[in-house]
């Protein structure tokens, strides 16, 4: 079975500030690690994934994670925070395929709030 | 470009009511996922499919159903909704098992 655990449901920075959210994971075969943002009202977008490539991975808006086996974490990232990074982000988890069709185990999400 | 729609995008029912959400995606993607979101539990899967007249349970299946006929399509019903099933529902799509699902903007349901 596979899990996320997303460290703080709410993190607050002040714009400019470096962005961190956490996240760990487990999974007993190799993960496909994503990202997601949800803006009030509205969907999940995608911010980035990992798919076994590079271990540093780059998405939009000036976010990145870094994958470490080791530490079994997902960490997301981002220089200098922006008033429009406000959301709530999610965290998830895929086997990649097989028998479960890729089907995503989600974290419980991390409120960001940036003050200006 | 649709991509993926859902609909209604709010829906306000009674207690023993069946209800039907729709989910329409113009992609041809083969899988369709049903999750619902609710405060301190993320996104939880319901149903999954993996191409038409393929379903199967995800984690929290009970009280719903699923269909498949045409690819483009994967409407959820709750057969009879109770208010445990108020709740924020999200239908998403992918071209293939591991590939980025893409979701539809939600549909906020609340059972009264």
């Known amino acids: 079975a596979q899990s996320v655990t997303q460290l703080g449901s709410h993190v607050s920075v002040s714009e400019g500030a470096l962005v961190l959210l956490r996240c760990n994971y487990s999974s007993s075969v190799p993960p496909y690690l994503f990202w997601y943002v949800q803006y009030p009202n509205q969907g999940l977008q995608l911010l980035l994934k990992y798919t076994s490539a590079a271990t540093l991975v780059k998405g939009i808006n000036g976010f990145e994670a870094e994958f470490k086996k080791s530490e079994t974490s997902f960490h997301l990232t981002k220089p200098s925070a922006h008033m429009s990074d406000a959301a709530e982000y999610f965290c998830?988890?895929?086997?990649?395929?097989?028998?479960?069709?890729?089907?995503?185990?989600f974290g419980q999400g991390t409120i960001l709030t940036v003050h200006p | 470009d649709a991509g993926i729609t859902q609909s209604p995008r709010y829906k306000i029912t009674e207690t023993g009511r069946q209800v039907t959400l729709m989910c329409h995606q113009t992609?041809?993607?083969?899988?369709m996922f049903w999750y619902r979101q609710d405060l301190g539990h993320g996104l939880r899967l319901i149903y999954y499919s993996a191409a038409a007249d393929i379903t199967d349970k995800g984690e929290v299946p009970d009280g719903y159903v699923v269909s498949r006929s045409k690819t483009e399509n994967f409407p959820l019903t709750l057969e009879s909704a109770t208010r445990s099933q108020t709740s924020v529902y999200f239908c998403?799509?992918?071209?293939?098992?591991?590939?980025?699902?893409?979701f539809g903007p939600g549909t906020r349901l609340l059972v009264l």
């Open positions: 998403a799509s992918s071209e293939q098992a591991g590939k980025t699902q893409y």
């Open positions: 992609w041809s993607h083969s899988y």
């Open positions: 998830a988890v895929s086997d990649g395929g097989g028998t479960s069709y890729g089907k995503l185990t």
